[in-house]
T-cell receptor, first 115, second 114 residues
Framework: DTGVSQDPRHKITKRGQNVTFRCDPI?????LYWYRQTLGQGPEFLTY????????KSRLLSDRFSAERPKGSFSTLEIQRTEQGDSAMYLC?????????????FGPGTRLTVT | AQSVTQLDSQVPVFEEAPVELRCNYS??????LFWYVQYPNQGLQLLLK??????LVESINGFEAEFNKSQTSFHLRKPSVHISDTAEYFC????????????FGAGTQVVVTP
């Protein structure tokens, strides 16, 4: 169990640019979640995959955001035409669901700064 | 829809003193409850969880939380804190009619001083 990994750990970009983040879940976990955390707040749910199927998207996920999980393994989160309000920590988590008591294992996060 | 309220944004506490972090939730369906901890510059780690059974759950490092259905609360306690307990603590709920997404509170920053 190597844990959930995320890449990059930090990203600084200029407003209007596109960015893509990657998440590698724990290998046998079929569920994968993306959350966003801003300063002084708890994480907010963005989207959820079960295997390769994206089953739920938050209203926070505007049409500038897209997420994929090809072949049910790693996932990517892309933000197009970034805005300063997108600056946040983007967290990925994976889970086995009921098998492990719904425990979600979190990665270290990608901190995005939009200038 | 669910909501989670952590009543204290920051809790200063002296080393070896007890601490209680309050968490209240609202939900129209049954929920599972979690406490996560985030140490400085680290990711979120699960501290403890309540799914069913005994309403008092314990972690390996001395924390405990009690599920109170009538008061819709899941307060976290530790009888004697260490400097190393300095961290941010998040309460989270999982609605049993959802896909498993967690709804988090805003967090409580615990600062332990000697």
């Amino acid at each position: 169990d190597t844990g959930v990994s995320q890449d990059p750990r930090h990203k600084i970009t200029k407003r209007g640019q596109n960015v893509t983040f990657r998440c590698d879940p724990i290998s046998e976990h079929n569920r994968l979640y993306w959350y966003r955390q801003t300063l002084g707040q708890g994480p907010e749910f963005l989207t959820y995959f079960q295997n390769e199927a994206q089953l739920e998207k938050s209203r926070l996920l505007s049409d500038r955001f897209s997420a994929e999980r090809p072949k049910g393994s790693f996932s990517t989160l892309e933000i197009q035409r970034t805005e300063q309000g997108d600056s946040a920590m983007y967290l990925c988590a994976s889970s086995l669901g009921l098998e492990k008591g719904y425990e979600q294992y979190f990665g270290p996060g990608t901190r995005l700064t939009v200038t | 829809a669910q909501s989670v309220t952590q009543l204290d944004s920051q809790v200063p506490v002296f080393e070896e003193a007890p601490v209680e972090l309050r968490c209240n939730y609202s939900s129209s369906v049954s929920v599972y409850l979690f406490w996560y901890v985030q140490y400085p510059n680290q990711g979120l780690q699960l501290l403890l969880k309540y799914l069913s059974g005994s309403t008092l759950v314990e972690s390996i490092n001395g924390f405990e939380a009690e599920f109170n259905k009538s008061q819709t609360s899941f307060h976290l306690r530790k009888p004697s804190v260490h400097i190393s307990d300095t961290a941010e603590y998040f309460c989270a709920v999982f609605a049993t009619d959802s896909w498993g997404k967690l709804q988090f509170g805003a967090g409580t920053q615990v600062v332990v001083t000697p």
